[in-house]
């Protein structure tokens, strides 16, 4: 083996211990970073999970939704305006979301 060969095996031996250091150095990093986004993440998870239980059991908000407008009709009218400005908000950002994906 020739000594440029032993030293062209070396410098790139001293290479990959480099990039091994410098790959850890950026895993830490970026779990250090991911940390301030694991609050709002888990939100969201939430916030997901809850609209998923809502779909498959609708009957739960439409009776408790009953109950109101059998022990506060005015309160359940006032319910029911704010639902459905929610439901239209709902619908305009699906649509506007659905046309960003095109």
């Known amino acids: 083996m020739s000594g440029?060969?032993?030293q062209h095996e070396m410098e790139l031996a001293a290479r990959k211990q480099q990039l091994?250091?410098?790959s850890a150095?950026?895993?830490?990093?970026?779990a250090h970073q991911s940390q301030t986004l694991q609050g709002p993440l888990a939100w969201a998870d939430q916030a997901v999970s809850g609209t998923r239980w809502l779909r498959n059991h609708p009957q739960w908000p439409l009776g408790a939704l009953l109950l109101l407008a059998?022990?506060?009709?005015r309160r359940a009218l006032a319910w029911a305006g704010r639902l459905w400005w929610g439901w239209g908000l709902y619908q305009r950002a699906r649509?506007?979301?659905?046309?960003?994906?095109r």
């Open 4 to 6: 440029t060969t032993h």
């Open 20 to 22: 091994l250091i410098r």
């Open 25 to 30: 150095e950026l895993r830490v990093t970026l």
């Open 70 to 73: 059998v022990l506060r009709p």
């Open 95 to 101: 649509s506007w979301l659905a046309r960003g994906e």
